[in-house]
Nanobody
Framework: QVQLVESGGGLVQAGGSLRLSCTASGRTFSSLVMGWFRQAPGKEREFVGAIRGYVSYADPVKGRFTISRDNAKNTVYLQMNSLRPEDTALYYC????????????????WGQGTQVTVSS
């Protein structure tokens, strides 16, 4: 069983930056694919990016968001720069041992979410 706890959300002006963190329980963190998803009000959940040995990003965030991980701390980070109002959403951390990184249905473990609000 893996438990995930996100932190770091908040309110920021357009063009600003935020860094989200997600800390996982358990001893197999380095084997996990760690993903970030987001869901805006009235919209479906969407893939933001994921990391294991390499990183994959969704097109809307490429060049602005960076995912990294510290296996010694069981933590994955989402650095968000040049934020836009359309980035406003509830951001979720998720974990899987499998493939299909961009599909939420492939992730077995989810955090509770952290709100990111970008004002214009």
């Amino acid at each position: 069983q893996v438990q995930l706890v996100e932190s770091g959300g908040g309110l920021v002006q357009a063009g600003g930056s935020l860094r989200l963190s997600c800390t996982a329980s358990g001893r197999t963190f380095s084997s996990l694919v760690m993903g970030w998803f987001r869901q805006a009000p009235g919209k479906e959940r969407e893939f933001v990016g994921a990391i294991r040995g390499y990183v994959s990003y969704a097109d809307p965030v490429k060049g602005r968001f960076t995912i990294s991980r510290d296996n010694a701390k069981n933590t994955v980070y989402l650095q968000m720069n040049s934020l836009r109002p359309e980035d406003t959403a509830l951001y979720y951390c998720a974990a899987t041992y499998g493939d299909g990184w961009s599909a939420g249905r492939n992730y077995a473990y989810w955090g509770q979410g952290t709100q990111v609000t970008v004002s214009s």
